[in-house]
């Protein structure tokens, strides 16, 4: 081997209102990743069919989400940035994997079981599609033989159950797959919602004062700010305490990724500070980062030929690797 920098798999769905919380534990660290690792980062197209919306142009949002990606930092000449749907291979080693995956364990996924039930209900017509999601993710790591995937909390699972489909996959046909391993990033991995912050912070919130969008009009995060919850401890005080002050600790995380400074440095900063002063100064400072990664998108967005040139380039390239290992497959089960 050549080359001996391990690969990193990431994906996002590309829903379009991609969300403050999923720069913060996702997409802010791609661009570091460059460096250390071989990189590949997909939009998961397909994955977007589960939830499929008429009046949505899933194409449109196919482009913003490749214009987000280059804005956050991805660089087409260090990575693989690629379409899911334009590698035919994912499809194909999506229904392989599904004949090496039970009913039981994904039925028993989290994800699937939440998005099923409908108040107390299990819903009995929801689409196949939602049940097959983390093969087709499987799929997605397996193809590239991934060493790691940057994964929060709640993705974990979909990992776990990705590495028992390649161990079942290997146990049979010799080692095949490379087991991918998890890459947990310590703070930030979770933003939580800005007026319950006991709870993830969500794109697909109905109440949009719980998030705050990466696209979104500058002035309209003004007033979630100035609604987010925080405490009544007396006096006021502003240090991390997820327990005991998860609105303050959250506004901390927020603040802390976007300046990179630590946690225990803003706190000594805003000692004394009312929290109106406070939010003061987180607003001010979101507010600088959407604007410098709205410029920037909008110079991608606007330039749709040079979007279309850099997602045709990356699935030739991710074409090529993931055909060798596909044919590996193949091979071994006698499909070829
Ligand atoms: N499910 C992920 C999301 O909702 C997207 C995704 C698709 C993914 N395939 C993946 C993430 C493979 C990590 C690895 O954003």
């Not at 534990?25 to 570091?32: D, E, F, N």
């Not at 590698?87 to 079981?113: A, D, P």
Request: with cysteine.
């Amino acid at each position: 081997m050549i080359n001996s920098k391990p690969i990193l798999f990431s994906a996002i769905q590309p829903s379009g209102n991609l969300s403050i919380g999923n720069y913060i534990g996702t997409m802010r660290h791609w661009s570091s990743f460059q460096d250390n690792y071989e990189c590949l980062y997909c939009i998961a197209d397909l994955h977007s069919l589960t939830t499929l919306n008429k009046n949505f142009s899933l194409q449109n949002s196919v482009l913003d989400t490749l214009a987000l990606y280059l804005a956050c930092g991805v660089n087409p000449k260090k990575s693989i940035i690629f379409i899911q749907s334009h590698v035919y291979q994912h499809s194909q080693l999506n229904w392989i994997l599904s004949c090496f995956s039970q009913f039981g364990e994904l039925s028993r996924m989290t994800q699937f079981k939440n998005k099923r039930k409908i108040q107390d209900n299990y819903v009995e017509n929801i689409n196949i599609g939602l049940l097959n999601y983390p093969v087709l993710m499987s799929s997605d790591i397996l193809l590239y033989q991934t060493n790691l995937v940057p994964v929060g909390q709640d993705q974990k699972q979909h990992l776990e159950l990705t590495r028992n489909i390649a161990n079942r996959f290997n146990l049979l046909y010799g080692d095949i797959f490379t087991l991918p391993k998890p890459l947990i990033t310590k703070t930030g991995s979770k933003i939580m919602s800005l007026l319950d912050p006991t709870k993830k912070m969500s794109k697909s919130d109905t109440n949009k004062n719980n998030v705050i969008f990466l696209l979104e009009d500058i002035s309209s995060v003004f007033l979630k700010i100035k609604n987010a919850v925080t405490d009544s401890e007396m006096p006021p005080k502003i240090y991390y305490d997820l327990r005991r002050k998860s609105g303050i600790s959250n506004l901390l995380e927020i603040l802390s990724a976007i300046t990179n400074k630590k946690i225990s440095i803003l706190e000594k900063e805003f000692e004394g500070i009312m929290y109106s002063e406070f939010k003061k100064i987180i607003f001010d400072n979101i507010s600088k980062f959407l604007h410098k990664l709205q410029k920037s998108y909008l110079v991608y967005r606007k330039d749709e030929s040079y979007l279309k040139k850099v997602a045709k380039e990356g699935a030739i390239r991710a074409r090529l690797k993931s055909e060798k290992i596909l044919k590996r497959v193949s091979t071994a089960i006698g499909i070829n």
